[in-house]
């Protein structure tokens, strides 16, 4: 069993800062991947940041938020800066984890809550 754990998320005015933290516990023998995505009202889920070989990011959040690993913690962060109210959604952790050799699977976290005021 694999359970991710989302933290950090809040109300902050337009302008401000928030860390989000995701940390996975369970059956790990490696994790992959670890991202961001985000989920806005009446939207689609969409990618914000991931880590795993390469670093990507939305061209939305370019500039403004970072993206970062703990691999002794199997934790994933994402400090976001400069937020705006269009970045107001609810934040999801996934990752990509072999939970023996060879078996791969997608588990995701429950969601975390970001508000923007302006």
């Known amino acids: 069993q694999v359970q991710l754990v989302e933290s950090g998320g809040g109300l902050v005015q337009a302008g401000g800062s928030l860390r989000l933290s995701c940390a996975a516990s369970?059956?790990?023998?490696?994790?992959?991947?670890m991202g961001w995505y985000r989920q806005a009202p009446g939207q689609q889920r969409e990618l914000v940041a991931v880590s795993g070989g390469s670093t990507n990011y939305a061209d939305s959040v370019k500039g403004r938020f970072t993206i970062s690993r703990d691999n002794a913690k199997n934790t994933v962060y994402l400090q976001m800066n400069s937020l705006k109210p269009e970045d107001t959604a609810v934040y999801y952790c996934k990752a990509t984890i072999q939970v023996v050799p060879g078996r791969m699977g997608d588990y995701w976290g429950q969601g975390t809550q970001v508000t923007v005021s302006s």
């Open positions: 369970g059956s790990i023998f490696s994790i992959n991947r």
